[in-house]
C-alpha cells in the first residue's frame, strides 16, 4: 500500500492549492507535474528517453485540444464581430428571455448532443461562451455546462467510450449491453438531480423562490433528454443515447418555452440580458428575425451539426475517416500519439469557420479582430492545459520502467479496490471519476480502470455488467472535475484563473451521482 499512498500525492497537491489555497491551476498544475515527474523518476525509475517521449505526446495532444479551443472561439468571435450571434441571440429571444430556460436549451439539451456527436471536451467549449455572451456570468456558464454534460459522456461521441473504452476486455455482448442500459437506467431519474442542481446554479442569489416554481420546468426538460436516452440505450446500444436525447430535449424545450408550459413568471434578475452586460432587456422587446436571417445565423452551426452526425452515424463513414492518419512513429520504444484531422471535432468546427467566412462575408480587419479576440481567451488556459497533459501522458507511460512495476493508474485502481474490500461496488463509481479526473477522457479512464472493475466483480463474485456500468457512470461525472476540460471551457468562456471555484460547484453532483449510483446497483 506503500505505492499507493505515494500515487495520492500529486493529486492531493493539485486539490489542496485549488480549493483550501485557492491558488489557480496555472500556478497548482506545473506544481503537481513536478511532483509527478519526481515519483516517476525516483520511485518508478523511469529513464529520461520515457519522460522525452510522455513529453512528445502531451505536445501532440495539446495541440489536437487546442485546435478545437481556437476553433470554436474564431467561429463565436467572428460571429460577434459580424452581429450573425445577434440574430441567433434574437431568434431564441422569440423562445425565451430566461436565464433558466436558456439553461436548460444549451448547458442541457445542446451540450448533450453534441457530446454525443464530439466529445473530445467540445460541448462547453461551444456552450459557455454563447452563455456568457447572454449575460450569464462566466463562472456560472461554465460549470452548469460541464454538469449538464456528464450524463451524455458515457455516449459521447457516438459511443467511444463503450465501443472503444471496453475494447480488448474480451466482454460477451450480452454484458456490455446491460453495461450500457445499467448506466442509462441510473442517470436517467439521476437526470432530475442534474437539471434541478443547473437551475439551483443559476438562480443563486436571485430572489427567493426563482428555483422551487421552476423545478417543474427542469423535471420536464431531464425527462426530456433521459427518457428517449434510456430507450435507445436499450433497444439500440451506446452509440446513439445522447444524439436522440440531445436532439429531443433541444425539440421539447424549445417548443415548451415558447408556449410557457410548465413555466413561471422570469424574475427581473433572470431576464436575458440584451447586450451580453449586465443591462437587462425587456422580455416584451422581443425582435422579429426573418427566416432567411435566421438560417444565416445558425448556418455555422448547421453544418457542423451535420456532418459530425454523418461522419458519427453513416455505416463505414467512421471507419474511413479514422483511417486518414497523421503518424508521429515511436520515441524510445514508447508509440506516439497519432492525429485523426478528419474524424476530431477541430475538423468539424473547422468547417464552421469556413461557413461563417462564407456566408458573412468575412473581410481582413474582421478576422484580425476575431483572432485577436481568441488570443486574448486562450493564454492562460493554455499554460493550464499544457501541464495537465503533460502529467497525464506521464502517468499512462509509467509502466515503461525497469523496476517492473505497474503504471501509476494502476496502482491507485488496485489501492482503491484492495482498500475498500467488499464494499468496492458502492464506490468503484468513484475511480472511474478519478480517471476522467486524471485524464479528462472518459474513454481513457475506462481504458485505465476497466480491467480492474471486472477482475473486482470477478472476485466478488458480482456480474461484471454492473461494476462496469458504474466505471461509465463515474467516468462521465468525472469529466465535471477534470483540468483540462475546465481549463478548455474557461478559456473560451473567459474565465482566468478560477478553476478551484469551479471544481467548487461541480464537485457535489460528482459525488452525490457516485454515491447513489454505487448504492443503486449494490441493492440490484
Not at 467510450?161 to 455482448?173: H, Q, R, S, W
Not at 480517471?435 to 476497466?450: D, K, Q, Y
Request: negative net charge.
Amino acid at each position: 500500500m506503500t505505492l499507493f499512498w505515494i500515487t495520492l500525492v500529486p493529486f492531493a497537491a493539485l486539490f489542496i492549492l485549488l480549493i483550501p489555497f485557492r491558488r489557480p491551476a496555472w500556478q497548482a498544475a506545473p506544481i503537481a507535474y513536478a511532483i509527478t515527474i519526481l515519483i516517476a523518476m525516483f520511485v518508478w525509475e523511469i529513464t529520461g528517453a520515457v519522460l522525452t517521449a510522455s513529453i512528445l505526446n502531451a505536445l501532440i495532444v495539446f495541440l489536437e485540444l487546442m485546435l478545437i479551443v481556437v476553433f470554436a472561439l474564431l467561429v463565436l468571435n467572428v460571429m460577434i464581430e459580424t452581429g450573425a450571434l445577434d440574430t441567433v441571440k434574437s431568434a431564441i429571444g422569440g423562445i425565451t428571455s430566461d436565464k433558466r430556460v436558456l439553461a436548460m436549451l444549451l448547458a442541457w439539451g445542446l451540450v448533450g448532443f453534441i457530446e454525443g456527436i464530439a466529445g473530445f471536451g467540445t460541448p462547453a467549449v461551444i456552450a459557455a461562451p454563447v452563455l456568457v455572451y447572454f449575460g450569464l456570468s462566466p463562472l456560472k456558464a461554465v460549470a452548469i455546462c460541464l454538469i449538464g454534460n456528464s450524463t451524455a459522456v458515457p455516449f459521447g461521441a457516438a459511443g467511444t467510450p463503450v465501443v472503444i473504452g471496453f475494447a480488448g476486455l474480451d466482454l460477451t455482448e450480452e454484458v456490455v449491453s446491460d453495461a450500457v442500459f445499467y448506466a442509462a437506467a441510473v442517470h436517467t431519474p439521476m437526470s432530475i438531480f442534474i437539471t434541478c442542481f443547473i437551475v439551483y446554479i443559476v438562480t443563486m442569489e436571485q430572489p427567493k423562490g426563482s428555483f422551487r416554481t421552476f423545478m417543474p420546468f427542469a423535471v420536464f426538460s431531464a425527462l426530456s433528454f433521459s427518457l428517449p436516452y434510456l430507450a435507445i440505450a436499450y433497444f439500440v446500444g451506446p452509440e446513439l443515447p445522447a444524439i436522440i436525447g440531445g436532439i429531443v430535449a433541444l425539440t421539447a424545450i424549445a417548443y415548451a418555452a415558447k408556449w410557457d408550459f410548465l413555466l413561471p413568471s422570469t424574475p427581473e434578475g433572470l431576464k436575458v440580458s440584451a447586450t451580453g452586460s449586465d443591462e437587462q432587456r425587456d422580455g416584451s422587446a422581443k425582435q422579429a428575425v426573418s427566416r432567411g436571417a435566421m438560417l444565416r445565423g445558425f448556418a455555422p452551426f448547421i453544418v457542423m451539426s451535420l456532418a459530425l452526425i454523418v461522419s458519427r452515424t453513416v455505416p463505414g463513414m467512421r471507419e474511413m475517416l479514422e483511417n486518414v492518419t497523421i503518424t508521429f512513429g515511436e520515441f524510445a520504444g514508447a508509440d506516439l500519439s497519432n492525429l485523426t484531422p478528419l474524424y476530431t471535432p477541430y475538423f468539424y468546427l473547422a468547417l464552421a469557420l469556413v461557413t461563417a467566412l462564407i456566408v458573412f462575408r468575412i473581410d481582413g480587419r474582421v478576422l484580425r479582430a476575431a483572432a485577436t479576440s481568441t488570443f486574448e481567451r486562450i493564454r492562460t488556459a493554455s499554460i493550464v492545459l499544457i501541464f495537465i497533459i503533460a502529467l497525464t501522458q506521464l502517468l499512462l507511460v509509467s509502466d515503461r520502467n525497469p523496476v517492473d512495476l505497474p503504471s501509476i493508474p494502476e496502482v491507485l485502481g488496485e489501492g482503491f479496490a484492495d482498500l475498500l474490500g467488499g464494499t468496492f461496488v458502492v464506490f468503484s463509481g468513484f475511480l472511474g471519476a478519478l480517471g476522467s479526473f486524471m485524464t479528462g477522457s472518459a474513454t481513457v479512464s475506462n481504458l485505465l480502470f476497466g480491467s480492474l472493475q471486472v477482475d473486482a466483480a470477478r472476485a466478488l463474485e458480482s456480474p461484471a455488467a454492473i461494476f462496469l456500468a458504474l466505471q461509465l457512470i463515474g467516468a462521465g461525472v468525472g469529466n465535471m472535475i477534470s483540468l483540462s476540460n475546465i481549463a478548455m471551457a474557461a478559456g473560451a468562456a473567459g474565465l482566468d484563473s478560477r478553476e478551484g471555484e469551479v471544481i467548487r460547484e461541480t464537485i457535489i453532483p460528482v459525488i452525490v451521482v457516485c454515491l447513489v449510483a454505487g448504492l443503486a446497483l449494490y441493492f440490484w
